[in-house]
Structure formats: structure tokens, C-alpha cells
């Protein structure tokens, strides 16, 4: 069985402060996607990378793929309140996502 | 355009009820996904459409039954519904058929089964 682990599980930090999130497997993904999720909201995409060693910037957020495409990660820069959410990482097997187990983020203005 | 569109936005059905969930993309792709989430647990697969076949049923109970009447919609009829499925269901898209793909989720519908 297929397992993303995210860690940590929750994260609270006041805005301005800076944050790492990492979605680790044994597997390895054809692609990874990340994704922000709100209270009874759905998922919303934030990138997906699919080359080993890939480096996606998208405003404050800088998403990397592991070189052997197993891990990820997710670094935030001076967090703001509107990043609060449950942050998911997916990975891309054969005929499905494989979804991390999520990190919850609070940012305290 | 990324939009899938999911009606209704909550539903509140009784254990003997009949409802159907609605979902519908028009990016022109030929994968189609439903998927349950609890509270704080990330989303769980139930079924997927690739080119409108039913490509993957992930041993979900008889009582949820899925339907895909065109490549832009998919809908999901419940029928004897147990409390515990209450949950958030999402539906999800993605490009060319293969679940490997990027996805792109509805906004859900939120259900209640009393």
C-alpha cells in the first residue's frame, strides 16, 4: 500500500514567521500535487511538479519535488492569515492519487 | 477555465430517502472522480469514470450508486443511506482518463443523513 506521511500534522504561527510543510513516501510518484483546502470547501490546486528535483515558486510558496520522486516539500515565507488551511500533497501512481495524510496550518494575525 | 460545479452546495436526507448529487466540468476531460471526506481526513476514492466508463469502484457500498451520462457530467444517486455517511463529497477532473493526472475538485456537496 501506498503511503503519503505529511508532517507536521498542525502548524500555528503568527503572520510574518516562515514554514515548511514535507509529504514523504517509501513510492515513487510520476507527479505530485499540492493543494490548499478550506472548512467544507473543496480542494483548491496549488502546483503540480512532475520532474525529479523540481523547484516551483508561486508568490510566497516554493514547492520542490525530491530527486528520486518520493518526497516533497512546501515552503511558505512570511505566512499571512489568508494561508491558513488544510494543506493536502497527492502523489500520481498508475490509475489514481495517493493523498498525504495533510498538514493544517493556523496563521494568527 | 479549471471550474467543476457541484449541486447541491448541502443536502439533509432522511435514512430512507432517495437524492442524487450532481457534478459537471466542461474542460473537455475524460476523467471523472468521486470522492468522500471526512472531517479533518484527507479525501477518499469511491469511483472513477475514464472516457465514461466506470474504470474503478473502490468496494463502496451498493447504496451509493454512480452514473455518467456524457463526458461533462457525473452524478451520484444515494438511496438507504446510513448516519455514518454523512461526509463531504467531492468531485473531481482531470484531463486525459488517467487518475495520475492532475485533478481539479468541485467546491462539494456537504450531506447529512439523519
Known amino acids: 500500500t501506498q503511503l503519503l506521511e505529511q508532517s507536521p500534522q498542525f502548524l500555528s504561527i503568527q503572520e510574518g514567521e516562515n514554514l515548511t510543510v514535507y509529504c514523504n513516501s517509501s513510492?515513487?510518484?510520476?507527479?505530485l500535487q499540492w493543494y490548499r483546502q478550506e472548512p467544507g470547501e473543496g480542494p483548491v490546486l496549488l502546483v503540480t511538479?512532475?520532474?525529479?528535483?523540481e523547484v516551483k515558486k508561486l508568490k510566497r510558496l516554493t514547492f520542490q519535488f525530491g530527486d528520486a520522486r518520493k518526497d516533497s516539500s512546501l515552503h511558505i515565507t512570511a505566512a499571512q492569515p489568508g494561508d491558513t488551511g488544510l494543506y493536502l500533497c497527492a502523489g500520481g501512481n498508475t490509475d489514481k492519487l495517493i493523498f498525504g495524510t495533510g498538514t493544517r496550518l493556523q496563521v494568527f494575525p | 477555465d479549471t471550474e467543476v460545479t457541484q449541486t447541491p452546495k448541502h443536502l439533509v436526507m432522511g435514512m430512507t430517502n432517495k437524492k442524487s448529487l450532481k457534478c459537471e466540468q466542461h474542460m473537455g476531460h475524460r476523467a471523472m472522480y468521486w470522492y468522500k471526506q471526512k472531517a479533518k481526513k484527507p479525501p477518499e476514492l469511491m469511483f472513477v469514470?475514464?472516457?465514461?466508463?466506470?474504470?474503478i469502484n473502490e468496494s463502496v457500498p451498493s447504496r451509493f450508486s454512480p452514473e455518467c451520462p456524457n463526458s461533462s457530467l457525473l452524478n451520484l444517486h444515494l438511496h438507504a443511506l446510513q448516519p455514518e455517511d454523512s461526509a463531504l463529497y467531492l468531485c473531481?477532473?482531470?484531463?486525459?482518463?488517467?487518475?495520475?493526472?492532475?485533478?481539479?475538485f468541485g467546491p462539494g456537496t456537504r450531506l447529512l443523513v439523519l
Open positions: 473531481a477532473s482531470s484531463r486525459g482518463g488517467r487518475g495520475q493526472e492532475t485533478q481539479y
Open positions: 511538479v512532475v520532474t525529479g528535483g
Open positions: 469514470y475514464s472516457y465514461e466508463k466506470l474504470s
Open positions: 513510492s515513487v510518484f510520476s507527479s
